[in-house]
């Protein structure tokens, strides 16, 4: 029944290391997107795909890529890990680009340590 | 940065009435969404306003007012549930951008 699901809950890690997060959607939407929400709660937008194509890419250290293998999921691989990454990160999705209503997944909370 | 502002945090007993503002640039500006996050919790979209007007949902309403660039959240008869961050969200044409304002942290005593 899950709409918007993210694996893994919990990241902690070492600085360096290199670790992926997944997210699959069953709403049938055809646009995702990350986002990073810092210790001040600010949510901030990294990526959208709609239909497994690039359409948003914000300001984000490459060593972040994201990959959608299809319009379901949508994964984010993160390089180099730094202690600033720590933060929690959604994924989400919408019916559409720019979608006024969004679903989010329950978040995964990354501990670089 | 941010463009969205919103207060950080408001205080309120079981029972009242609370709004919570949310001012926004104009340009390319769209609609406006609101949604709730629970400490812990993933953010949940509660309303949408695309046209001038009150939408009401429940206890909760979304005003908005193209023309002054501003919006609010109105939440009646309180709850301690509804203890928890607000974020006022704006959708912008032709760039696919949504962002988030800073977020207000509702706090219902009793």
């Known amino acids: 029944d899950t709409a918007v699901s993210q694996t893994p809950k919990y990241l902690v890690t070492q600085m360096g290391n290199d670790k992926s997060i997944k997210c699959e959607q069953n709403l049938g939407h055809d646009t995702m997107y990350w986002y990073k929400q810092d210790s001040k709660k600010f949510l901030k937008i990294m990526f959208s795909y709609n239909n497994k194509e690039l359409i948003i890419n914000e300001t984000v250290p490459n060593r972040f890529s994201p990959k959608s293998p299809d319009k379901a999921h949508l994964n984010l691989h993160i390089n180099s890990l730094e202690l600033g990454d720590s933060a929690v990160y959604f994924c989400?999705?919408?019916?559409?680009?720019?979608?006024?209503?969004?679903?989010f997944g329950p978040g995964t909370r990354l501990t670089v340590l | 940065g941010q463009s969205l502002e919103q207060p950080s945090e408001v205080t309120a007993v079981e029972g009242a009435i609370v709004q919570i503002n949310c001012t926004y640039q104009t340009s390319g500006f769209y609609g406006l969404s609101w949604y709730q996050q629970h400490d812990g919790g993933a953010p949940t979209f509660l309303s949408y306003n695309a046209l001038d007007g009150l939408e009401e949902t429940g206890r909760f309403s979304s005003f908005l007012s193209r023309s002054d660039s501003y919006g609010y959240l109105l939440l009646q008869e309180l709850q301690m549930k509804d203890s928890a961050s607000y974020f006022c969200?704006?959708?912008?044409?032709?760039?696919?951008?949504?962002?988030f304002g800073t977020g207000t942290r509702l706090k219902v005593l009793a």
């Open positions: 969200a704006e959708a912008r044409s032709g760039t696919y951008k949504y962002i």
């Open positions: 989400a999705s919408s019916p559409s680009p720019g979608g006024n209503t969004q679903y």
